[in-house]
Each structure stands twice: as structure tokens, then as C-alpha cells.
């Protein structure tokens, strides 16, 4: 449900995302708590609008006859409209819409067929021709695809027992290809459900529960998650297993691992140990990990599908300072393995230069490595994903 008093709410939160670049799921969180006075249909109202406005905002200002740099509260309104009316939704009477040209609206909505891609879907230019150089034809479907909002998927908690239907409501499993992976059928407040303080679950994309098992860690193994962040893949890992062997997550950010530290408590992951990324320790951990996963910065193009406020900061230039990033940590973290040790190299980018062509380069500087497995995940019911499994001969 939306109210006219919501407007200066998605105002603010366009503004803050596409015009300073904050991230919209912080951003939407600080918005939803400022008025306590919102019930649950209002917030869901703002958090809706709000992030198709995101998604949509270069299609909708075609539809709306604004610029894409348009970002004044007219326009907003603007905008609004038009994505009501995309969505055959009737025009509130408010005043706001009073003075809008609703047939011109109507006449850019059956006109947008035949516009270029990039107006159709909703992406800038440069990142647009920067995609289809690498994908081709292929982008269009996975362009469409990364449009459509994505579901939310939790991985059960294999250390706190047997899967138990009855402490999640409204939900189903995901498939037999990833065997705790679980689709939530109704959105609702997770965080407040006993079973996730119990640490029973974690809310974890399907396609990024495929990454910890790629690895093959066995329990008893000594393995070093070497861009952790949060922490959603260790905890995996931990689970997989079984509370047994170590865990070494390291991150440049410590407050990343704080977080790490909470969550890994709640997930009863005794066996991880959270560590602030220099260079001394790298040293030290030189020729010890049976395991090591690199959970690699990216362009975040397979995750647009969550993250929509993202591809308006993308460019030929952030991507490339990205892939010089990750073709660093490949260089640096290898020599963390023990000689038969194996690395994942992952993203969650569909670009090849940020994975198969970062791979071959760095193969073709390192012999004593060789590949063993890649995995493509395009975007679809889950995220995109990337993933390759070297051994260290």
C-alpha cells in the first residue's frame, strides 16, 4: 500500500542510492525504521515501489518523458506514475498526478517494444555495450532475466540437526541439487523467528550454496576462507564439515568479521576463526591450507536480480580496477595452499573477464597448477555465479 506521505520516503531513497551511490538495502532499511508509526502494508508498500523505481528508473523515465538524470521530486512523481500505469495499476487521485498527461504515458508504453534494449530494460549505455561485447546474443535473456526480482532462498543449518519443516513457515525445498537449500513462498520478517536466533537457518542464495561444496573441504581439513566478508559461505563450509578441522576467514574489513564472529555463535561454527587480513599473517599461513576459497570482489552483475541500484554505478572503468583486484588475490592467496591443495576461484559476475579469462591467465603463469572443474551458474531461479576448482600439483 502507498499514500502520498510515502513519496518523500522513495524521494530520498533514489536519490541516496542513484545520485550518492549508497546501497539501496541499507539505505531502505534506515527509511523503513525512521517512522515507527508504518505498519507492515506500508513498509511493504515503500520497499516495493521503492526498489522497481531503482530497477526501472531509465525505463520509466522514458515512459514518464523525463530525463535519466532527472532525480528532482516532480519527476519522481512522474515516474510513479508511469509505473503504475506500466502495471495496469489505476492513478490514485492525488494531487501529485493531477497535472500529469496520462495519454502520453499510454502512448510511450506501447511504443517501448520499439526502443533500443538498453530503454526496454532499463540499463545504462556504456554497461549495456560493455555486456553485450562479452556475452553477444546471450545477453538479452540474461539481461531480461536480471530484471526480474529474485526469491528468497535460506540454507538450513546442518549443525543444529535434521532439517525440521515445522520451524519455518511458508516455504519448500529448493531441489535435489542443493540438498539444504529452502524457497520462502511468502515474504516476512525472518529475523524475528525463534528458529533463526536459534541459528537453524540462514538466508543464503540457492546458486551461492553451491560454492562451499565446490570446494570438496573434508572434516578434519585446515581451510582458509580468504575474502569472508559476513561470513555466509564459511558457515557453509563449518556445516559441511561437520565442526571439524579449521576454518581460517579472513577479510580487510573487521567489522565484517564481528559481524562473522555473531553469526558464527548463533550457527554453533566452533571451528572458525575470524582474522583481519595483513601481510604478516599471510606469510605465516604460506603452504598450510589443505583448502582455500576465493570469494573473489566482483562487478556483482549476477546479483542484480537483488541488488538493482548497483548497475547504475557500473562502468568500463570500476570493472576494470575490479579485475585488476582479482587477478591480485589469485597472484597473492595461492601460496597459501599446501602442494595437492585446492582452490575455488568465485564470483558472482557473469562476465568471462571476470572468471574463465582470470583463470586462464593465471594458469598460464602458475604450471604447478592445473584446472580440475568449472561451474556456470546463469541467472535464473538463483543468482549468477562463477566458479572454477584448481589443484596445486
Not at 500529469?100 to 520499439?114: A, G, S, V, Y
Request: aromatic share 8%.
Amino acid at each position: 500500500m502507498l499514500h502520498p506521505a510515502h513519496l518523500n520516503a522513495l524521494h530520498e531513497l533514489c536519490r541516496l542510492c542513484l545520485v550518492e551511490g549508497r546501497a539501496a538495502d541499507k539505505v531502505m532499511a534506515d527509511i523503513l525504521k525512521a517512522d515507527p508509526r508504518r505498519g507492515s502494508r506500508d513498509r511493504a508498500g515503500i520497499a516495493s515501489f521503492g526498489y522497481d523505481l531503482i530497477r526501472w528508473w531509465r525505463t520509466l523515465g522514458f515512459l514518464a518523458g523525463v530525463p535519466i538524470t532527472a532525480f528532482d521530486l516532480p519527476s519522481l512523481h512522474k515516474r510513479l506514475a508511469a509505473l503504475m500505469l506500466w502495471n495496469k495499476q489505476p492513478l490514485p487521485p492525488w494531487r501529485e498526478f493531477g497535472h500529469l498527461k496520462i495519454n502520453e504515458i499510454h502512448q510511450r508504453i506501447l511504443d517501448l517494444p520499439n526502443q533500443p534494449f538498453a530503454v526496454q530494460e532499463s540499463y545504462p549505455d556504456e554497461l549495456h555495450s560493455l555486456v553485450a561485447m562479452e556475452l553477444g546474443e546471450a545477453w538479452q535473456h540474461i539481461g531480461r532475466e536480471l530484471n526480474i526480482p529474485a526469491p528468497v532462498h535460506l540454507r538450513w543449518n546442518t549443525l543444529k540437526g535434521p532439517y525440521q519443516a515445522d520451524l519455518i513457515p511458508d516455504h519448500r525445498a529448493f531441489g535435489p541439487e542443493r540438498p539444504d537449500a529452502l524457497v520462502l513462498t511468502d515474504r516476512k520478517n525472518l529475523f524475528s523467528l525463534p528458529a533463526f536466533q536459534e541459528g537453524y537457518f540462514e538466508v543464503q542464495d540457492a546458486g551461492s550454496q553451491a560454492i562451499a561444496p565446490f570446494l570438496q573441504a573434508e572434516p578434519g581439513q585446515r581451510v582458509v576462507d580468504a575474502c569472508a566478508g559476513a561470513g555466509g559461505k564459511t558457515l557453509h563450509l563449518a556445516a559441511l564439515m561437520e565442526n571439524k578441522g579449521k576454518i581460517i576467514a579472513m577479510d580487510v574489513h573487521g567489522y565484517k568479521l564481528e559481524e562473522l564472529r555473531r553469526r558464527a555463535r548463533r550457527a554453533t561454527a566452533f571451528n572458525v576463526e575470524a582474522r583481519e587480513i595483513n601481510k604478516t599473517g599471510l606469510n605465516r599461513l604460506r603452504g598450510t591450507a589443505d583448502r582455500l576459497l576465493l570469494d573473489v570482489p566482483c562487478s556483482g552483475l549476477g546479483v542484480l536480480k537483488r541488488n538493482p541500484d548497483a548497475k547504475w554505478h557500473l562502468n568500463s572503468e570500476s570493472i576494470l580496477k575490479v579485475r585488476k583486484t582479482q587477478a591480485e588475490i589469485l597472484q597473492n592467496y595461492a601460496e597459501i595452499l599446501k602442494s595437492g591443495g585446492k582452490l575455488v576461484y568465485a564470483t558472482c559476475s557473469i562476465l568471462p573477464s571476470e572468471n574463465q579469462n582470470q583463470v586462464e591467465l593465471f594458469l598460464g603463469k602458475h604450471p604447478n597448477f592445473e584446472w580440475e572443474e568449472e561451474l556456470h551458474i546463469a541467472p535464473g531461479n538463483t543468482d549468477g555465479f562463477y566458479m572454477a576448482r584448481l589443484r596445486k600439483k
